[in-house]
């Protein structure tokens, strides 16, 4: 995969992009990111990339033209031919009015030869680059930043973990919070892990078993392995009833997870732990 990320602060993506699952991922010829200096696509000595609106209004604009001038140069398939499919590439405005990310996004980015992330700056970005240049417009959250470079690093993260080879264990990729299923003709995991299947993720708990007189429950270490599935499905259920029941609405729950749920609701299980 190629990534282009446009900005008017380049080194700030010299650490974000410089460790991790992002660096591995170079390192092996994965993704390769460029970034672009929008500074660079200006005709004024003074190097203008933002404006003040139309209409009046507190704060400043990015400018089209320098924006259009970066991308025309980076021969992209025209936007009619992204949109039908004809081409695997994606331009994205990162914007606070933006669609919000999520694991659903990051896998449909993933799928894509070529993406570009536009950062947006100041009270946001000319409108005419997100009517007729972009693809989407995607936020990371309901808050505002001051600008879409952080949100860029999360979607460079995000969707290079998805990349065949990036991850050691791909099949981690797909037990965890927000995956929704998996892949077309795979078989289940082990029997002692649960797939996400959409909820957050189970609760983990590691050496030593006992620590400070706080005790890993027994289920995980009888070594009984569809008790340990039973137990890792209930806990994501409860956790995602407590943190994000907003989730719920999308998920398929089978007569096991209902059954689950009825026996939560009924006994009146704590959900604040």
């Not at 080194?11 to 010829?29: H, K, N, S, V």
């Not at 209004?57 to 398939?77: N, Q, S, T, W, Y």
């Not at 417009?137 to 505002?144: A, M, N, P």
Request: net charge negative.
């Amino acid at each position: 995969m190629k990534a282009d990320i446009v900005t008017i602060f380049p080194d700030f993506f010299r650490g974000p992009l410089d460790y991790g699952i992002t660096r591995r991922a170079a390192e092996l010829g994965l993704v390769e990111i460029r970034i672009h200096d929008l500074r660079e696509f200006t005709h004024d000595r003074h190097r203008t990339v933002d404006d003040r609106p139309f209409g009046g209004g507190e704060g400043m604009v990015l400018k089209p033209e320098p924006i259009f001038d970066c991308l025309e140069r980076m021969h992209l398939a025209s936007r009619e031919q992204r949109f039908s499919g004809a081409v695997k590439e994606g331009v994205i405005v990162l914007s606070a009015q933006g669609q919000r990310f999520t694991q659903k996004i990051a896998s449909e980015l993933a799928a894509l030869d070529r993406i570009v992330l536009i950062c947006g700056r100041y009270e946001g970005v000319d409108e005419r680059v997100s009517e007729f240049l972009s693809d989407r417009e995607l936020s990371i959250g309901d808050y505002v930043l001051s600008g879409g470079e952080l949100g860029a690093a999360v979607i460079m993260e995000a969707v290079t973990r998805l990349l065949p080879g990036a991850v050691g264990n791909e099949a981690s990729t797909r037990q965890e919070s927000f995956t929704a299923h998996m892949d077309a003709g795979e078989t289940e995991g082990p029997d002692s892990t649960c797939g996400s299947g959409g909820l957050l993720d189970y609760p983990h708990y590691t050496r030593p078993a006992d620590f400070r007189g706080m005790t890993v429950p027994e289920v995980l270490v009888n070594g009984n392995h569809q008790e340990i599935r039973r137990w890792r499905r209930e806990q994501a259920l409860k956790k995602t009833l407590k943190n994000r029941p907003d989730l719920m609405e999308d998920v398929e729950l089978s007569e096991e997870d209902k059954k689950i749920l009825d026996r939560i609701r009924t006994e009146g299980i704590d959900l604040r732990r």
